[in-house]
T-cell receptor, first 113, second 110 residues
Framework: DTAVSQTPKYLVTQMGNDKSIKCEQN?????MYWYKQDSKKFLKIMFS???????INETVPNRFSPKSPDKAHLNLHINSLELGDSAVYFC????????????FGPGTRLTVT | QQPVQSPQAVILREGEDAVINCSSS?????VHWYRQKHGEAPVFLMI?????EQMRHEKISASFNEKKQQSSLYLTASQLSYSGTYFC???????????FGKGTLLTVNP
């Protein structure tokens, strides 16, 4: 069984479109995250949720909106996509909000043309 | 604030040793190490906590100097499977935010 899964794995879309990425974890973890990894491999946190509550909301354009329907799912919706949004987006989870290892999903490669 | 990793890249022959360093200008609560192979997700290696012990993962170990806010990752007798990008991540405050360094690309050749 996959611990942290994301769909889709690849997403190619045009500027201005709206798209969503879904993430699910079956580890029973309380905390989930979204990271963005750019072309230079820089891995930067975007959001974190703990038991469906938004905890970390980094300086991210408000075109990005996370939603956590339950603690096993964390989705990312992106409005009005721009070229600079092209990146690999990773979902991750950890047992709790405090210091624990994070388990990453396989990533979603978003390409905006 | 983003931790600084060095070196940016290192090339080894199988069996050689390497050290990757991670430093922060802020007081740290913990240091995390991850490895990412090309086209894959980052994979957790180990956490070093303030006041904690040196950690090991197979032939990879790490230390945390709290006074200097530095951590080092030691790869002993490197194997081909060690190739990848190593990231250190630091947690400095009560917001539990893990901030990653820019990574160190390690290449192990036969």
């Amino acid at each position: 069984d996959t611990a942290v899964s994301q769909t889709p794995k690849y997403l190619v879309t045009q500027m201005g479109n709206d798209k969503s990425i879904k993430c699910e974890q079956n580890l029973g973890h309380d905390t989930m995250y979204w990271y963005k990894q750019d072309s230079k491999k820089f891995l930067k946190i975007m959001f974190s949720y703990n038991n469906k509550e938004l905890i970390i909301n980094e300086t991210v354009p408000n075109r990005f909106s996370p939603k956590s329907p339950d603690k096993a799912h964390l989705n990312l919706h992106i409005n009005s996509l721009e070229l600079g949004d092209s990146a690999v987006y990773f979902c991750a989870s950890s047992p709790t909000l405090t210091v624990y290892e994070q388990y990453f999903g396989p990533g979603t490669r978003l390409t905006v043309t | 604030q983003q931790p600084v990793q060095s070196p940016q890249a290192v090339i080894l022959r199988e069996g050689e040793d390497a050290v990757i360093n991670c430093s922060s200008s802020k007081a740290l609560y913990s240091v995390h190490w991850y490895r990412q192979k090309h086209g894959e997700a980052p994979v957790f290696l180990m956490i070093l906590l303030k006041g904690g012990e040196q950690m090991r993962h197979e032939k990879i170990s790490a230390s945390f100097n709290e006074k200097k806010q530095q951590s080092s990752l030691y790869l002993t007798a490197s194997q081909l499977s060690y190739s990848g990008t190593y990231f250190c991540g630091t947690v400095g405050g009560s917001n539990y935010k893990l901030t990653f360094g820019k990574g160190t690309l390690l290449t192990v050749n036969p």
